[in-house]
């Protein structure tokens, strides 16, 4: 039973002054606990950080590690950088809107959208433990200004120019701007941040659809928000902890921490109580 891992942090964007500044420390910081807390050897880590980060070898390290799956395995792929969200290409979104994860080079015309991480992940063979964590955006105000590079909070959340242009010169935008990458039931009012879905990967984001994820500085160095008290509940029960607890005891954290945005949990409820990585 093999534990392998793909960690992808972007702090350089191809984007002018879109550059963020603690999803590097993310993927050291959970390379870290992986390595103490759950066993996996550092040679079954990829990481993928800054301009290493682009769209083809995002999309070649995910597909490797989703098909190299076998039954008894426990793999895990962590993405910390921007995110944004696009026009649908192709008339499956009932919103008319894709999300998409912003790799360093970053292409409007051509992104990483979630269609293709969605059919990606359905590939999984059964008996397979997959979870995925993304410490990024996906919903956000398109007519708000790129944050200074030296202010304390940056918003992980890219705008797509072309809702820019469209808010600018006044004309309607396509479509509503909403949440993860998760398949959890839309249209319907959350009565709880850990939601029943029916994918085969454990997913856990860094906000509520309504919010945004914080790229902040945190006890003397930047780190994403998510990630940081994530891995702080971790070492704080020395790795013993289901996916509710480690969903709890980090919204509990950045709650004291004053951040707004509370982490989602979305996958089947049988899950829920299962130890995180087991």
């Avoid at 499956?92 to 015309?109: F, G, K, M, Q, V």
């Avoid at 879905?197 to 006890?219: F, N, P, V, Y």
């Avoid at 971790?234 to 980090?250: C, F, M, P, W």
Wanted: aromatic share 6%.
């Amino acid at each position: 039973m093999a534990k392998r891992a793909v960690l992808i942090g972007i702090n350089r964007y191809q984007v002018p002054g879109s550059d963020l500044r603690g999803c590097v420390n993310d993927v050291k910081n959970l390379q870290q606990a992986l390595t103490t807390y759950y066993g996996f050897s550092a040679q079954d880590v990829t990481s993928l950080t800054d301009l290493q980060a682009t769209k083809k070898a995002m999309q070649a390290a995910i597909q490797k590690l989703v098909t190299s799956g076998k039954k008894g395995d426990t793999l895990l792929l962590h993405y910390s950088g921007h995110g944004s969200n696009v026009p649908d290409d192709n008339g499956d979104e009932a919103d008319h809107r894709d999300e998409i994860l912003c790799p360093t080079n970053l292409d409007w015309e051509d992104p990483l959208r979630d269609d293709w991480l969605r059919k990606t992940l359905n590939k999984l063979r059964s008996g397979v433990n997959l979870t995925v964590i993304m410490d990024c955006c996906h919903s956000g105000t398109n007519t708000r200004a790129i944050t200074p590079l030296d202010a304390p909070i940056k918003e992980r959340f890219l705008p797509c120019p072309l809702d820019l242009m469209a808010t600018e010169s006044g004309r309607k935008l396509r479509g509503t701007l909403r949440g993860q990458l998760g398949k959890a039931p839309r249209g319907r009012k959350r009565k709880s941040d850990i939601v029943h879905a029916d994918i085969k990967e454990m997913l856990i984001t860094g906000c509520r659809d309504t919010q945004t994820s914080a790229d902040a500085h945190i006890d003397g160095s930047f780190n994403g928000a998510l990630t940081y008290y994530l891995v702080e509940s971790i070492k704080e029960a020395n790795g013993e902890l289901t996916y509710r607890q480690l969903q709890q005891r980090t919204a509990a954290k950045l709650k004291s921490e004053d951040y707004d945005q509370v982490p989602q949990l979305e996958g089947q409820r049988t899950s829920f109580n299962r130890p995180f990585l087991s």
